[in-house]
């Protein structure tokens, strides 16, 4: 086995997505991704396209940008340990949200869709994890832009008022 695929082993057992997967299954998955780098404000998806992957954040973090056609819009963050791009991968719609790097070394486990096919079938257990882990994943970053909202509300309209 490779450093490189020890180190994410060991990085994703410390992570929800795997917390209930056994060493093995964890390298099993390992072997359904492929780890991709992009620099400093490279865009990992962008507006209008379907999810052809899903993305787990293994170092640095991206952003989720909405662009009205005048000015682009920084929605959201994912943090290492979370998976993106979640929504129109398992929806098949068009991007709301173009995903860009913040980091000058952001490194992503890609899951692609025929991969997580193959998964489904030779490894339903990880498929499960992982599908909660979307559903995690998800709930983190609704609540984290609704904290947003909230605070900015506050900000504008003082306590209680609205």
Known sequence: MSPEKIDLTQFLN???????????????????????????????AD??????????????????????????REVGRMLEGELMGEMSFFDQEPRLLRMRSLSSDT???KLTRPMYRRLRIEHPFIAVNLLEHAIVSLDHLVRRVSKEGARMDNYLFGPGRR
């Open 47 to 72: 507006i209008g396209a379907i999810g052809e992957a899903l993305y787990f954040v293994v170092k640095g973090e991206a952003g989720l940008f909405y662009d009205d056609g005048t000015r682009e």
């Open 107 to 109: 490194q992503l486990l």
């Open 14 to 44: 410390q992570h929800y997505l795997c917390e209930s997967l056994t060493v093995k299954e964890v390298q099993s998955l390992l072997d359904y991704t492929e780890l991709v780098t992009f620099g400093r404000d490279d865009i990992i």
